[in-house]
């Protein structure tokens, strides 16, 4: 059973472009967590997803930030417009379930923003 | 609101001693709790979780946690410490509501000869 793949897992923008990280649930997963790490700090909730539903954005960023996870395919996360403070490690991480099921996470994509 | 404090930012150990991770966190009910590992450039990797029942919780890699309501604690342990040990660890808190984990800054582990 493969894990939760992340990619690219290196991204690099000019300040302005756009910014999509795709994410691929475990098999059998049906609920995507996106997480931000800046470097030197932990990992900071961002939004959870569900199959076409956002369910919780409150950690997302009012603007230039958007994700979805369409009935078909994987969970995106974008970012419009980078800014060099997006720099950032992104990691998805999926569950099972709801609440507090364990949540396993992908490698994660290391955004630089030039 | 919630809040997890991992108080050591970085620590060292010889290979082969023991070791202790410091974990607290701030919740009105009782906390899911996790144990995180974390590799240099690679994801995070589930070490131990605690949801109910026995406080002392056993995980992977011979890694252990006790679970303190009275402290608010939820401290990691291992007895004897190896080199490929050495990443950052993460505590982190599941809430109820919401679907969100809070997590730790983490702490540094280096393991010197």
């Known amino acids: 059973n493969a894990g939760v793949m992340q990619n690219p897992r290196h991204l690099v923008r000019r300040r302005g472009q756009e910014a999509r990280l795709r994410c691929s649930p475990m098999?059998?997963?049906?609920?995507v967590y996106w997480y931000r790490q800046l470097p030197e700090e932990g990992l900071k909730f961002m939004v959870y997803l569900q199959k076409e539903n956002i369910i919780d954005e409150s950690g997302m960023p009012k603007e230039r930030f958007s994700a979805e996870f369409p009935k078909e395919g994987p969970s995106i996360l974008r970012i419009q417009q980078v800014v060099r403070g997006d720099s950032a490690a992104y990691f998805c991480?999926?569950?099972?379930?709801?609440?507090?099921?364990?949540?396993?996470f992908g490698p994660g994509t290391r955004l630089t923003v030039l | 609101a919630q809040s997890v404090t991992q108080p050591d930012i970085h620590i060292t150990v010889s290979e082969g001693a023991s070791l202790e991770l410091r974990c607290n966190y701030s919740y009105g009910a009782t906390p899911y709790l996790f144990w995180y590992v974390q590799s240099p450039g690679q994801g995070l990797q589930l070490l131990l979780k605690?949801?109910?029942?026995?406080?002392l919780v056993q995980g992977i890699k011979g890694f252990e946690a006790e679970f303190k309501r009275s402290q608010s604690s939820f401290n990691l342990r291992k007895p004897s410490v190896h080199w490929s040990d050495a990443a950052e660890y993460f505590c982190a808190v599941g809430v109820n509501t919401g679907n969100q984990f809070y997590f730790g800054t983490g702490t540094s582990l280096t393991v010197i000869p």
């Open positions: 991480a999926s569950s099972i379930g709801f609440g507090t099921d364990t949540q396993y």
């Open positions: 605690y949801f109910s029942g026995d406080t």
């Open positions: 098999k059998g997963h049906s609920h």
